[in-house]
């Protein structure tokens, strides 16, 4: 891709704050930078919102709800309808920003692009389907009327490892369901956050719907909204230590609340799984996204008779793998998104080493500019490890063995994460038995990959509550109202 190119396509997007319809700097004229993790340099300052730029984007969300609540279903389907038409058509550009802020190859902007805007497409078609319920009471006195309408402002705190698709998850439903909202992307990735505001404004959102707000003031700008008694509902995705402290701010106004939380996926391999099928899936559900996904398999949990077949073939896949910077052709491994993020990663290998575990492939970070780390796997994990227990959010991959189904599920539940899990095996019962008992909000079966707009996503223990798609996806934004009717 060339220098110029990527010039181009970071001039493109607004560094400001989307308030009311309007770009405009932060209050003092306030800015901080945002990097290019391939090489650690700044590809453009972004304006930093204050506490007052905060307010003025829920005042802005506030005044344009009534108005909002009242626009026919079909013309806000057919602005998301629109607007996922616009970003399919400019998916290169979009994708070759989301790879300049984030770091991942080109090939995964693309798919999160495709997968991001799918929400907008399926959530065009959920606007019109917003129904309620009549009913004769049971004694035959009254008539029961429950009508559904939207919760009201929302604001919405997304992480930078989905910089697009985290946000069209929520603003989607949101759009659909009638709801104006506060967005506040990650100070890491905010640009293509930035750029769908005015996609969203091309496909004819009125102003004041989507408001976006940068800062690097986060707690301090974003707690007072919270706090505000006009907000009616808060929806986050990021850590589960942030989730914590968010859900307490949000107990003052009694806030819907939808959290998506952290993740520490059990990938579960059984003796009789197709092991070339559980490799293949075991790829992409580690390495989608450089391994930096809350989906992303954390813990290979596989039966001791295969898991020298299934850590060597693992591992000639994981060598095959090209790093580098993603914006090259040909790149399955980009930087990481920060320092901080591979010094953790090489941290949590290094103690996982200390305690036992045998280097398969990788363990290294490679010299040079950039947050790159080696595609790595580990077996005879001990499960004393700590990436037994926490998120590794990079591209390594620890085996730790079972004998027993019972032992396998044991293991896979024995974390106080519960977002998805993933199990290989070609027996039926054995599948049935392991979806139900596995403690998570989605299962992927003989597949590696559960994301898909179609279906609910989410969490529980402490990967959180609410659902982000699927038919479950708009009831987030919407309220129950019951009418009992006299006769
Ligand atoms: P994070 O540190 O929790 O940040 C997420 C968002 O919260 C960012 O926008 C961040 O802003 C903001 N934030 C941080 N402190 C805050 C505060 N005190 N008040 C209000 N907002 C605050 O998480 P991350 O490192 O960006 O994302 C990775 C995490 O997200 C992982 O744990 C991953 O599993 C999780 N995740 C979950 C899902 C899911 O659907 N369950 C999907 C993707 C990611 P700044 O950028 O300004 O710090």
Redesign the pocket.
Known sequence: MSESREKEVVAAVHPQLFIGGHWRDAEGGRTFAVEDPSTGRTLVEVADASVADGKAALDAAVAAQADWAATPPRDRGEILRKAFEIITERADELALLMTLEMGKPIKEAKAEIAYGSEFFRWFSEEAVRIAGRYSVAPNGATRLLTLKQPVGPCLM??????PLA?GT?KIGPAIAAGCTMVV??????PLSMLRLGDILTEAGLPEGVLNIVT??S??E???PL?RDPRLRKLT????????R??VE?SAEGLLRVS?????NAPFLVFEDADIDKAVDGAMLAKMRNIG?????ANRFIVHESVAEEFGSKLTEKMQALAVGRGTEDGIDVGPLVEAK?RDKVAELVDDAVGKGATVLTGGSAPEGEGYYYTPTVLSDVPLGARLAKE?I?GPVAPIFTFTEEADALRMANDTEFG?VAYAFTSDFSRAVRVYEGLETGMVGLNQGIVSNPAAP???VKA??FGR?GGAEGIEEYLETKYVGIAL
């Not at 705190?157 to 989905?162: G, K, Y």
């Not at 506040?184 to 990735?189: C, G, I, N, S, V």
């Not at 986050?236 to 989730?243: A, H, K, L, P, R």
């Not at 959290?259 to 993740?263: D, H, K, N, S, V």
């Open positions: 705190i997304t992480p930078w490892n989905f985290m998850r506040k992307p990650a100070a890491l990735t800062t690097r986060t707690g700008v974003m707690e919270i986050f995705t990021g850590s589960t230590e942030v989730g402290t968010l701010q959290m998506e939380l952290g993740g930096e996904a809350c989906t992303a993020q998120e959010f977002l996503f989410g969490g990967s959180g982000e």
